[in-house]
């Protein structure tokens, strides 16, 4: 019991001794170091390599293979020479196998730089994606890098790699245009231009400690509606196969027709011919026809009308008048009716006589 009192104690105390431990030491490499400010020193620089570094040679062969297609094999057994002869310098075997279809590049005893045979590697990785060799051999040299970017993923079309070359710096800037590119996120144009705006930056000193936001462009992205892709419905799977459609035969025997004699066959045939006939002419005849049916025109309303109305409507209040007239009239004397409907649209002679003295 005490035994394990004591075990337990003395984890504990380790434990408080790791963390202090690890608090001790924590930002222990984050010192600054004396050739971090010394100007003499460029990290980004890569030297040429010397073969005096490494006399001896490889202690081990190394071998690295890629596969082509096959529309690259008249092309790779042209050029194969140049290839040959540009590894040769630097110590490396190459071979070329038609028949399995691959590229393969091999350390020799004549190596020296332990890092040719990644290069190499990459020379064969961009032959077998269609690079020219001319440009392909330029990957050998210590200040071209490639990168084989994968977008097969990133696309719908037949599409898998983007293969470029350059600095390590301009590699990543290549990635990034390609990519946003395919996702469709900003136009190349747009980072070609923000590329050159930061070139003519570098070359003021000035500025070469500033942040550039303030003079780099900023491009809105625009929405823009795509077109969607028509899917066709998928149709319920069945085992069993669709129906067979009826044959010529089948449907004459249904109908009775392969029973009939040749002579009521032809007769059948040319009474359905008439009547087509018959309908064609009849579509054609009201075709002719109608250029020559007049349109129809506005019509106008009838002002007449209205003005007859409105003369027979003031005549019947003149007669109702008239007859109230007459009914007094008659209570004191007899007058004729007739004569007096007659003569009601007629002037009086009394009134007349009056005007004329």
């Given at each position: ?98 028949v399995e279809g691959s590229m393969t590049v091999s350390t020799t005893r004549k190596t020296r730089d332990p890092y040719i045979i ?240």
């Amino acid at each position: 019991m005490n035994f394990a009192m004591e075990e337990h104690e003395n984890n504990n105390n380790n434990g408080g001794d790791i963390s202090q431990r690890a608090k001790k030491h924590k930002g222990k490499h984050d010192k600054p170091k004396p050739w971090d400010d010394d100007p003499n020193i460029d990290r980004w620089t890569i030297e040429k390599f010397d073969p005096s570094w490494n006399e001896s040679g490889m202690l081990e062969l190394s071998s690295f293979s890629t596969l082509f297609p096959q529309y690259r094999e008249k092309y790779l057994q042209e050029v194969w020479p140049t290839v040959k002869s540009a590894l040769k310098e630097f110590g490396v075997s190459c071979e070329l196998n038609l028949v399995e279809g691959s590229m393969t590049v091999s350390t020799t005893r004549k190596t020296r730089d332990p890092y040719i045979i990644i290069k190499a590697r990459e020379l064969i990785r961009l032959l077998s994606r269609s690079v020219p060799v001319h440009q392909a051999i330029k990957v050998l040299d210590d200040e071209v890098q490639c990168d084989i970017i994968k977008i097969g993923n990133l696309v719908r079309s037949k599409g898998n790699t983007v293969a470029a070359m350059g600095s390590f710096k301009g590699l990543k800037q290549v990635r990034r245009i390609v990519e946003d590119c395919i996702l469709n996120k900003m136009h190349p144009v747009y980072h070609i231009k923000v590329l050159m705006m930061k070139k003519e930056l570098e070359k003021d000193p000035a500025l070469a400690n500033e942040n550039w936001d303030r003079f780099l462009p900023k491009f809105k992205k625009k929405n823009v509606q795509q077109k969607k892709l028509q899917t066709k419905e998928k149709r319920p799977y069945t085992p069993f196969p669709p129906p067979q459609q009826p044959s010529k035969i089948d449907e004459q025997l249904e109908s009775g027709e392969f029973f009939m004699s040749q002579k009521k066959k032809s007769a059948k045939t040319w009474q359905e011919k008439q009547e087509k006939q018959a309908q064609k002419t009849a579509e054609n005849k009201r075709k002719r026809e109608a250029a020559y049916i007049p349109p129809e025109e506005p019509r106008k309303q009838d002002t007449k009308s209205e003005d007859g109305d409105k003369d027979v409507a003031t005549m019947a209040m003149s007669l109702k008048k008239k007859a109230k007239e007459f009914g007094k009239q008659k209570l004191g004397e007899n007058v004729n009716a007739e004569v007096y409907i007659a003569t009601a649209g007629e002037p009086s002679k009394k009134k007349s006589k009056r005007r004329e003295t």
